[in-house]
């Protein structure tokens, strides 16, 4: 994956594999040049990739569902003999740069952009080692392939954390604000926000897993959620020019967040990866998205999230006009249900604003890539100009790495748990996302209680926190990680298929004869049931981290293996 946008000097830097302390670092632009390479590390597209990128992420989740049933949530994974996602090497390279800058005879003040990436990446990678794994190891050094502390014990998640957001502080701290920034470097506030993201979930795991083999012994993650507020409030009080991108377009303005080809200067996109065509840097992304289902299809789970019209879930809203068709499931609901889910006449070709061909159906029962096993298409991120999927190898279209509405519902959230959320803070987080939509204010004295919560165990306000967060990010891989944190796999996977439209043939005029949908007893398409009969059959005692490959044992016997892989 490719950041293009830092500019061209990514094309022009050295051969990285075979940097030495003797020819390399002897200018500032040497450490901009090495830090560039880590943007690749980031979601999205990457040059000639044919796929939906982050839209498709949500695949490992409730949110949407692939022909084939995902091997972790339905319990199927096995230890891999190999590395998995237990990868040090660019922690490794950063942790060169951070010990070689300061033999660089400049001021620091020329170094300090680059020397703030390189905390910020190095917090990155343990984190996705911890969001994996748990307990990793904690290695600052540049180590040689003999060093002793490669074969170090796991340091405990929580002094890991302490470690990531001390070097996000740093990150905070040496970067400039992003106000003259058009979205293609990171700074200050792309940490800030980072940091509150770290926080929460290490915040809300503790919280959640605690008295569990994944918690943290002691601890409720009390301070961690502190640290979310503080960090994430921080940035609402010094957004620094960012904040909710709303013109009043209230049917739009969600969509359009997704599918631009240019975010410079974007109030809401923190950062983003630019294409550029002249330079053979595109992608094949929107091959799939405006075009065929990529064998992915958002779920009914995800469709009943969205509130009616008037503010009301569709248990207690008389605006619910039932889900027979897409035309009646997507009646009176929040916007955003209609900016995320392709509807009949919505654009999949579009010159000049006007629209050549128009969806009308998902390609429900066709194979491979061509179809959408669920029946409900993703509409967000498609980019309907034709220039964008034409031939291979022509889509600039980019998409949010970062984007301050997270800010926003992690500052909500860690409110919410705490229990010191106030109608104020509500206003300012989930009221302003709401605006953007012309949705119906979340009033927190007065919320009604919905019989279909996902969590009715908890508070209101956490579960309408959560439904909030559940429908601003969908399709965009958030709701992972969401599921894992909040220890709710009981609630929303095990024993869980993952269902579609309710099927009526008649909706389907194009559908292939002689292919046979799958379909429950209560009418939904339901493509796994021959899959999974009894459901996903996650194992909540195993499958919340992943085991630790057996060659990093077999490497290194000081490192045990998670709970349940043993």
């Known amino acids: 994956m490719l950041l293009v946008g830092c500019n061209e000097d990514f094309l022009d830097r050295p051969d990285l594999d075979n940097i030495t302390t003797d020819n390399y670092w002897q200018t500032p632009n040497d450490l901009n040049l090495f830090v560039i390479q880590f943007y690749t590390s980031f979601p999205g597209w990457s040059p000639g990739e044919w796929s939906g990128g982050i839209y498709w992420y949500d695949a490992s989740s409730d949110n949407m569902l692939r022909t084939n049933v995902n091997n972790r949530l339905s319990g199927r994974n096995t230890i891999n003999s190999g590395n998995g996602n237990w990868n040090y090497s660019n922690i490794r390279s950063v942790n060169t740069m951070l010990s070689k800058y300061q033999e660089i005879d400049a001021p620091f003040e020329e170094m300090s952009q680059y020397v703030g990436e390189g905390y910020f990446f190095r917090a990155y990678y343990y984190f996705n080692l911890v969001r ?302 709401r605006d953007r939509v012309g949705m119906p204010h979340l009033t927190l004295n007065s919320i009604p209680a919905d019989p279909n919560w996902n969590f009715p165990g908890l508070s209101p306000i956490i579960n309408e926190v959560r439904r909030e967060r559940h429908v601003e990010f969908a399709a965009e891989g958030y709701r992972f990680d969401d599921i894992m944190r909040w220890q709710a796999a009981d609630e929303l996977i095990v024993n869980k298929r993952f269902k579609g439209v309710y099927f009526v043939q008649e909706d389907f005029p194009n559908l292939t004869p002689g292919v046979d949908v799958l379909v429950d007893a209560d009418g939904y398409v339901d493509p796994h049931q021959n899959q999974i009969a009894s459901g996903n059959q996650f194992n909540v005692n195993r499958d919340y981290l992943l085991p630790v490959p057996l060659n990093e044992i077999t490497l290194n016997p000081k490192l045990e293996q998670n709970p349940g892989w043993e």
């Open 132 to 433: 994996s794994y748990g307990d990793v190891p904690w290695i600052t050094d540049p180590l040689s392939p003999d060093s002793e502390e490669l074969y170090s014990e796991r340091t405990p998640r929580n002094e890991v954390i302490n470690n990531i957001l001390a070097d996000l502080d740093k990150a905070i701290e040496y970067m400039p604000s992003g106000e003259v920034s058009n979205g293609n470097r990171l700074n200050k506030e792309i940490a800030l926000l980072f940091k509150s993201r770290v926080a929460l979930y290490e915040g809300t795991w503790e919280k959640y897993h605690s008295g569990t083999p994944f918690g943290v012994s002691g601890s409720d993650g009390t301070q961690y959620l502190q640290i979310a507020a503080n960090t994430a409030k921080q940035l609402i009080d010094n957004p620094a020019g960012y904040g909710v991108y709303n013109t009043g377009a209230t049917d739009n303005d969600y969509w359009v967040l997704f599918n631009q080809t240019d975010f410079s200067g974007h109030p809401e996109v923190m950062l983003w990866r630019a294409f550029d065509r002249d330079l053979g840097i595109a992608h094949n992304g929107q091959r799939y998205l405006p075009r065929i289902g990529g064998d992915v299809g958002l779920t009914k789970d995800l469709v009943d999230q969205y509130l009616c019209a008037d503010g009301l879930p569709i248990s207690l809203s008389g605006q619910y006009q039932g889900d027979q068709g897409l035309e009646n499931v997507s009646a009176n609901r929040d916007p955003r249900f209609a900016q995320t889910v392709y509807l009949p006449g919505d654009p999949m070709e579009e010159v000049n604003g006007e629209i050549i061909t128009a969806f009308e159906q998902a390609p429900l029962g066709q194979s491979g890539s061509a179809g959408c096993p669920s029946g409900y298409m993703v509409f967000k991120g498609a980019n309907p100009d034709p220039a964008q999927y034409s031939s291979g190898g022509v889509g600039t279209t980019s998409s949010p790495i970062f984007r301050f509405a997270e800010v926003l519902l992690n500052y909500a959230e860690a409110k919410a748990e705490l229990g010191t959320i106030t109608q104020t803070d509500i206003d300012m987080t989930i009221n302003a996302l």
